[in-house]
């Protein structure tokens, strides 16, 4: 058998290092398959390339992050570094602050201003009062958090309520002159007793004081008819979506993130909260995540679409 050979002088013959698209499908299938794997090796070479551009730009946007946040510490640093020396510690904060939308008169400041000298640190689990305790001060929680507790009758601990930086609590003792539930430290904290004598006092010495109590008895008992109004009437998945949008609408008054904040309470003490077992509450929080309305990260939080978060506490 005769094999003729290709002249690459002769017309029409492919020039050397010619593109496969050019190639004429008369050209034998030896020659075709190297200028293949050609390409391909090729195109390997431009994608290893674009990896090597993707984690170059990954690691500058890295080393970026990492230098911003050294800023962010840096700054945080300068700023109490500041404060620490326009004012003595313990008093960087002051009652007023917490009290914003009030304005109270300078006999009220004057009185209660001092109060701050005698507030107390408590540890995580400790007590800020027991049930049946007699009722003498008012609490405000001026840093971490704390959790008020009922008791059933068969001795079972009831989540009444989760309390912020900035809110007071006691206020179940004025009725009866002994407290009906327990309150116990989240964290870390510091709480400055108001021993309600005084508060008394002062309501009637100082009108706008007296008003801010009523802004406190008032706000107590919306809390606790909000909290009646999504036991009784919304099903779980609304429960726990309230409970988010409440905790987001109470950070932004305090000038903290909204969407993004730390849980204290177990899972177990949320369900005890909302009127939820254990398994339902995990549960929720897979599905939520699942579905992009929140990230969970261990205890953080950081709410991902609040607007549907609305619309399945409305039941949309």
């Known amino acids: 058998m005769k094999i003729a050979l290709i002249d690459t002088a002769q017309p029409g013959a492919a020039p050397q290092g010619a593109d496969l698209r ?40 890295e080393a970026i992050a990492k230098a911003n946040a050294q800023l962010r510490k840096f700054a945080l640093r300068h700023d109490q570094h500041c404060a620490s020396d326009r004012q003595p510690e313990g008093l960087s904060r002051k009652f007023t602050d917490f009290c914003l939308p009030v304005g109270l008169d300078k006999d009220a400041t004057r009185y209660i201003d001092p109060l701050w000298a005698k507030r107390r640190r ?53 009725d009866t002159g002994a407290h009906g539930c327990q309150a116990v430290a989240l964290e870390d904290m510091e709480a400055c007793p108001l021993p309600f004598d005084e508060v008394e006092n002062l309501a009637r010495r100082s009108g ?47 000038g903290y993130s909204s969407c993004e904040f730390v849980l204290r ?41 609040e607007v549907a978060l609305h619309q399945l506490v409305d039941g949309a």
């Open 22 to 61: 050019s190639v004429s499908p008369m050209e034998s299938p030896p020659l075709r398959l190297r200028r293949a794997l050609q390409q391909v090796e090729d195109l390997r070479r431009r994608l290893a390339s674009s990896q090597q551009e993707s984690i170059a730009v990954r690691q500058q946007l």
């Open 122 to 174: 408590f540890r995580k689990g400790d007590g800020l009062y027991c049930v049946g305790e007699d009722f003498k001060a008012l609490y405000l929680v001026y840093a971490g958090s704390c959790k008020t507790v009922l008791l059933t009758r068969d001795g079972q601990e009831q989540v009444a309520g989760y309390h912020l930086s900035g809110e007071i609590i006691g206020f179940d003792g004025i």
């Open 208 to 254: 706008p004081f007296g008003h801010l109590l009523h802004v406190w008895l008032s706000r107590e008992t919306a809390r606790t008819r909000e909290l009646t109004i999504v036991l009784g009437t919304m099903r779980s998945e609304q429960r726990l979506a309230a409970f988010l949008l409440d905790l987001s609408h109470r950070y932004r008054e305090r």
């Open 265 to 305: 309470l177990t899972r177990h003490e949320i369900g005890s909260y909302l009127g939820l077992n254990l398994e339902t509450v995990s549960r929720l929080f897979s599905r939520f995540q699942r579905e992009d309305l929140i990230q969970v990260k261990g205890r953080a939080i950081r709410l991902l679409n």
